[in-house]
């Protein structure tokens, strides 16, 4: 059975992490009779939700790839030190929205930077903290995409826009992954009513709680 303190949600745009996250804390917290904190990447801190806001503006030309690795990873080390250690130290379990594995599937995969690149550059960031349990929410990327342009037109940002050959390679990233590392990354098929998505996900969390 794995330590489940710190939990992340991982998927491809719309893959509906926002939503089941925010669907599970009540249940999480009964499970566990632990406080119960949500966050996200990028941001989670002060200094990282700066850097989210210089990362979803759009520029000419373009932002670099690997300024946006180096940013997404200073914004990591910051939500690290500020938001996740503390409240791990307080006895919260802590549950974010995206962590390194969306660094590995959208810089490394999607913008081809490769997987073991962005995964040393990180290490300076993130000293080994790595989540005991990832919940990965796998759905077609163009299912994801048409939930957001349908329902969350107001924010669709930088990324939302890349070609659909980029998202499919962020998907194929994150399957790598699931097949590299079993044991943490817990995939759900996100292409199904909400409810059983839910219901799923609080089935491996039951199964991984002690
Ligand atoms: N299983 C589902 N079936 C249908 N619609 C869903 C489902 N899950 C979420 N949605 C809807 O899809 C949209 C995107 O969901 P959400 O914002 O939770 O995704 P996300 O993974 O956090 O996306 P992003 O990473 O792009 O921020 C929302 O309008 C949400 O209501
Ligand atoms: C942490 C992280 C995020 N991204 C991308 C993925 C999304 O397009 C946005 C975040 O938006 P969301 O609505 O909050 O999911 O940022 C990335 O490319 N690399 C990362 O490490």
Redesign the pocket.
């Known amino acids: 059975m794995t330590k489940m303190q710190f939990l992340s949600f991982e998927g491809p745009?719309g893959a509906g992490k926002t939503t089941v996250i925010q669907a599970i804390q009540p249940f999480l917290a009964e499970l566990t009779g632990q406080e119960v904190l949500l966050t996200?990447?990028?941001g989670g801190s002060q200094v990282a939700e700066g850097i989210r806001s210089i990362l979803q503006t759009k520029t000419t030309p373009a932002m670099d790839g690997w300024t946006e690795a180096l940013l997404?990873a200073a914004s990591r080390r910051e939500h690290l030190v500020q938001t996740i250690q503390p409240a791990l130290a307080a006895g919260k379990v802590v549950l974010s929205?995206?962590y390194l594995d969306?660094?590995l599937a959208?810089?490394g995969g999607g913008r081809g930077l490769g997987m073991d690149k962005v995964r040393a550059l990180n290490e300076f960031a993130i000293q080994g903290r790595m989540p005991d349990l990832t919940i990965y929410l796998d759905l077609p990327v163009e299912i994801g995409l048409q939930r957001i342009f349908e329902n969350r037109q107001d924010k669709i940002?930088r990324?939302?826009e890349e070609a659909l050959s980029f998202h499919q390679q962020v998907r194929r990233t994150y399957l790598e992954l699931v097949d590299e590392q079993p044991q943490r990354i817990k995939l759900v098929d996100a292409n199904q009513d909400l409810d059983r998505v839910i219901a799923q996900v609080q089935e491996i969390l039951q199964t991984h709680w002690r």
């Open positions: 745009e996200r990447e990028p997404l929205d995206r969306s660094s959208y810089q940002d990324l939302d």
